[in-house]
């Protein structure tokens, strides 16, 4: 059984559809991949997945229940988790606290008072662990604001990773970065996915080819392509595409 399936996933804004019967499944361990040109659907599809969309016919399930149209808090309990295109960070807080208010115990219960969460050894000592992980050890205290824009990316990855998901959804992780960003992010990915299921919706296509199991295409709010890398080289379509120069 898949840990994500979407089966038949419509969706409209007024006149335009945006996803038009898109079928999607990943098993436990595997990172996928999605690609497409703008305006293909990619993020919409992210977010009918998490919860911040509804969509208006299809099903979603995660480890075999049903989560379609489930809130965005409820699909997050659930074990799923994500980072956006463009970064969701407080810039006022520190890197630590950034953490650390996405953590489980904030998650879970979300009566609990901050500054109680803040004061929790264990909690700011997995935080630290963390931000060590995605390689900022030593900036713990620094205010996000101040942290270098590939920093931040690896931020917002570590706060996706606060709440110890089991499927980790990234939005355009190289999105902005350089190849020596893109590069370390690699690294990080390769790193994340010994103990994390992984999907990435990317713009760069070498990235992808490089890092992903499987990767399925998006265009006109369709899947018209899917398969392993090595697949997707072979495909006729793929071949007298745009994706043909860089697979």
């Not at 293909?40 to 969309?53: D, E, I």
């Not at 810039?91 to 998650?107: G, Q």
């Not at 942290?147 to 931020?155: I, K, W």
């Not at 265009?219 to 072979?234: D, F, H, K, M, S």
């Amino acid at each position: 059984m898949p840990l994500l399936e979407a089966r038949r996933l419509h969706k409209r804004f007024g006149q335009q559809i945006v996803l038009d019967d898109i079928s999607f499944a990943i098993e436990t361990g595997e990172l996928a991949g999605i690609i497409g040109p703008n305006g293909a659907g990619k993020t919409t599809f992210f977010n009918v997945l998490t919860g911040r969309y509804r969509p208006e016919r299809g099903q979603v399930f995660f480890d075999g229940h049903d989560i379609t149209g489930a809130s965005p808090a409820r699909i997050a309990r659930a074990g799923i988790s994500r980072s956006f295109q463009l970064m969701n960070l407080f810039d006022s807080c520190s890197a630590l606290d950034n953490v650390i208010v996405a953590m489980r115990p904030l998650v879970n219960k979300a009566f609990r008072m901050t500054g109680q969460v803040r004061r929790d050894s264990a909690l700011q000592a997995r935080a630290a662990m963390l931000l060590a992980d995605v390689g900022l050890a030593g900036k713990e205290h620094a205010p996000a604001k101040g942290l270098a824009y590939g920093d931040r990316r690896c931020l917002e990855i570590a706060v996706a990773l606060a709440p110890e998901p089991r499927l980790l959804f990234l939005d355009e992780p190289t999105a902005g970065m350089g190849a020596q960003g893109a590069q370390r992010l690699t690294a990080l990915i390769e790193r994340l996915r010994q103990r994390t299921t992984i999907v990435v919706i990317e713009h760069d296509m070498p990235f992808l080819f490089r890092i992903a199991d499987r990767i399925s295409v998006i265009q006109w709010g369709q899947v018209i392509a899917q398969g392993t890398p090595a697949e997707l080289r072979a495909d006729p379509w793929v071949a007298r595409s745009n994706l043909g120069a860089v697979a």
